[in-house]
């Protein structure tokens, strides 16, 4: 079973002019189903196809195209609901939200509104060791994205790209439990992790795949355990909701900024108006969009091409049967299994295909030992010459071929470091490559022993003085190694070496 006692993290204090405030923070994020076809056609989904070419009649909203739903996307939602502890709706049913805009050809989204097919759920955040929010999730509805309208490419007009309309989205709703900026990025960090374990979403929010709708208000200390209380909204500040956030950096910095914003109105004898508000990252400020619609402001009504959507327990059941470890499981049974600290279980358990490279890596192997490389060794390299785990130079099992050697007692620690590099730039399997290049470690005893003695006899000042220090009995393994070419088991060298001064 996983551990989940933790403390909760303090909320983050913001000092105004004339008194101390506190921040109140929920998230709307839409995920990006992953899934090769569209929630309500079979249109491809694939990223950076020429414009208007991922879009079907239904897309297009072309007259008595009739929409069809996707089993395959219902049954992501589902695997993700589970994923975030979730209650599954065995019904659900779609509505339409009317609204006008160029990119959405239907003049209206199909959408969840009141009945979602994924309840509430719960989402743990680690924010240090044994501190971590527990955000609790309201719901996640299905819905179909727009397109995307483009102003930059003429002075006069501009133009649609439909490809991304009617591409599965999950909307994932939090309640407002958040309390910091920090906390916000790692909340909609973990909901990646999670999904993309699952297989769910890709994550990707350079292609916005993965965008967030940032809810912001303030409240004096005290309120907001009052809310909690009462679950009324009352003793809460009236909230802005930030727009379509896709980046950790910048969802951060918005909240900063608009915290900042609110808490000058207030002070200044005004009062906050609900709206919809974007953020600028050039300037660092968010800017007013439109006013904050509510529900009724988009006339939903039930969806009549569409009838409800019942699922049976028995599906829901197989797909929960099929789900995969998910990071705070797989997290704890690193550090049992493998005896390695929570730190170096988050980093290795941080993207799911690293777990799997590390768990091939330490398979029958010292799990401390081939964390440290992974981590320390490999990570480090790919860090820095910006690959990821999947276009590593060196696979799993060239690492693994590398510890078997240390292991063996083939070569030294610093010979390994000499291998790896040669693996990195060339290639080759380890074995054969640390034989051409001479990399086999001396580990007979009569051969190191002579070694030690040629060394003792050469410098019978220095003995003298490390029968009085032991401690300087590292210079004599230094010697020796050196003699050696670095080939002789230091290991075997300290032995010998504490023998032969007495030590």
């Excluded at 829901?316 to 049992?336: H, N």
């Amino acid at each position: 079973m996983l551990d989940l006692t933790y403390e909760a993290p303090k909320p983050k204090v913001i000092s105004g002019a004339k008194e101390d405030w506190e921040l109140v923070i929920g998230l709307e994020v839409h995920a990006q189903v992953a899934s090769n076809a569209k929630l309500f056609s079979g249109a491809s989904t694939e990223f950076g196809m020429e414009p208007n070419s991922n879009v079907s009649f239904v897309d297009a909203a072309m007259p008595g195209m009739l929409p069809v739903i996707n089993e395959f996307c219902v049954a992501q939602a589902v695997k993700t609901g589970l994923g975030l502890k979730a209650k599954i709706n065995l019904t659900s049913a779609f509505d339409r939200k009317n609204y006008f805009y160029p990119d959405l050809p239907q003049g209206y989204q199909i959408s969840q509104l009141y009945h979602p097919i994924v309840g509430e759920g719960e989402v743990i955040v680690d924010i240090a060791p044994g501190i971590a929010r527990r955000v609790r999730i309201e719901r996640i509805h299905m819905e179909q994205d727009a397109g995307k309208s483009i102003h930059d490419l003429d002075p006069t007009m501009s133009f649609v790209d439909l490809n991304r309309t009617g591409v599965a989205l999950m909307e994932i709703v939090s309640r407002p439990d958040i309390r910091g900026p920090e906390e916000a990025a790692a909340y909609v960090g973990k909901l990646r992790q999670i999904m993309r374990y699952l297989g769910t979403c890709d994550g990707n929010m350079q292609n916005g795949n993965l965008r967030a709708d940032v809810n912001v208000s303030v409240c004096r200390p005290g309120d907001y355990e009052k809310y909690q209380a009462t679950q009324d909204f009352s003793h809460l500040g009236t909230r802005c909701e930030i727009k379509n956030m896709n980046s950790m950096r910048f969802i951060q910095q918005a909240i900063e900024y608009e915290a900042r914003r609110q808490i000058a109105i207030i002070e200044d004898g005004g009062k906050v108006v609900q709206e919809t508000r974007l953020y600028d990252p050039d300037k660092g400020e968010t800017r007013s969009m439109r006013s904050k619609e509510e529900a009724h402001d988009y006339r939903y009504f039930p969806c009549p091409d569409l009838l409800p959507l019942e699922i049976e327990q028995a599906w829901v059941d197989d797909i929960a049967k099929s789900m995969p470890e998910l990071p705070d499981a797989k997290k704890a049974r690193f550090v049992t299994d493998y005896g390695m600290t929570e730190y170096d279980a988050n980093v290795l358990t941080a993207e799911v295909e690293n777990a799997a490279f590390f768990e091939e890596v330490a398979k029958g192997r010292d799990g401390k030992q081939a964390a440290n490389w992974v981590i320390n060794e490999l990570f480090g390299r790919l860090n820095k010459e910006g690959h990821s785990i999947g276009d590593s130079p060196i696979s799993a099992a060239q690492l693994g071929g590398v510890l078997d050697l240390i292991g063996k007692g083939e070569i030294s620690g610093k010979m390994a470091k000499d291998l790896f590099e040669i693996l990195w730039t060339e290639g080759g399997d380890p074995a054969e490559v640390a034989a051409q290049h001479g990399m086999k470690q001396v580990t007979d005893t009569g051969a190191i022993e002579a070694a030690v003695d040629e060394v003792i006899a050469a410098n019978p000042a220095q003995v003298e003085k490390a029968k009085a220090n032991p401690k300087l009995a590292g210079w004599f393994v230094g010697q020796v190694l050196k003699a050696t070419g670095g080939k002789a088991n230091p290991a075997a060298v300290n032995e010998l070496v504490a023998k032969k001064l007495g030590l």
